[in-house]
Antibody
Framework: QVQLQESGPGLVKPSQTLSLTCTVSGGSISSGGYYWSWIRQHPGKGLEWIGYIYYSGSTYYNPSLKSRVTISVDTSKNQFSLKLSSVTAADTAVYYC???????????????WGQGTMVTVSS | QSVLTQPPSASGTPGQRVTISCSGSSSNIGSNYVYWYQQLPGTAPKLLIYRNNQRPSGVPDRFSGSKSGTSASLAISGLRSEDEADYYCAAWDDSPSWVFGGGTKLTVL
């Protein structure tokens, strides 16, 4: 059974870069058929898609965050990562990683989610 | 402000049928599938409905989805206390991006 687990600092200073890693267990990122995604949820708010990556390295980002986001994959470690630069308090949120079924280029259901990790941006 | 519009709250008594609406536009719901996610308190979202009306394995048939034009609905019949959660709709938008609703908090009275 595939499981995802986020890890990374829970506190980031303003203007710095937020870095998170998602470790996939119970299955291989390289098996294909899925995108590997980041989604965030501001406190008490709804969900916001950040972007996703295919095991080959192809990436797709939310246009509203594209200038600050980098998602990368390390197939040898079965991990994918998120970097969000120039953070402000508005980036304080719970960050989730998730698996996205590929049916066509857009992706399909976000079928497996990590438990989420809270990141606070504060000096 | 979320791209997809949901009522902030809904409620019902045990055994009742409740529906949650999700309104979008021609660039998202009008031309793409709708998905629904359930988020129990303090947990990650869980896939509830995919491609408008399909249930993943393990999701009770009390949950059903439908879509018409630029709107979609999630129906929960035979409401149970464990259904108390936040529910989110989602769709691909041609911008291009995945977009979500603001969520509906369901209270079982």
């Amino acid at each position: 059974q595939v499981q995802l687990q986020e890890s990374g600092p829970g506190l980031v200073k303003p203007s710095q870069t937020l870095s998170l890693t998602c470790t996939v267990s119970g299955g291989s990122i390289s098996s294909g058929g899925y995108y590997w995604s980041w989604i965030r949820q501001h406190p008490g708010k709804g969900l916001e898609w950040i972007g996703y990556i295919y095991y080959s390295g192809s990436t797709y980002y939310n246009p509203s965050l594209k200038s600050r986001v980098t998602i990368s994959v390390d197939t040898s470690k079965n991990q994918f990562s998120l970097k969000l630069s120039s953070v402000t308090a508005a980036d304080t949120a719970v960050y989730y990683c998730a698996r996205v079924v590929i049916v066509d280029a857009r992706g399909d259901a976000f079928d497996i989610w990590g438990q989420g990790t809270m990141v606070t941006v504060s000096s | 402000q979320s791209v997809l519009t949901q009522p902030p709250s809904a409620s019902g008594t045990p055994g009742q049928r409740v529906t949650i609406s999700c309104s979008g536009s021609s660039s998202n719901i009008g031309s793409n599938y709708v998905y629904w996610y359930q988020q129990l308190p303090g947990t990650a979202p869980k896939l509830l409905i995919y491609r408008n009306n399909q249930r993943p394995s393990g999701v009770p048939d009390r949950f059903s989805g439908s879509k018409s034009g630029t709107s979609a609905s999630l129906a929960i019949s035979g409401l149970r206390s464990e259904d108390e959660a936040d529910y989110y709709c989602a769709a691909w938008d041609d911008s291009p991006s995945w977009v979500f609703g603001g969520g509906t908090k369901l209270t079982v009275l």
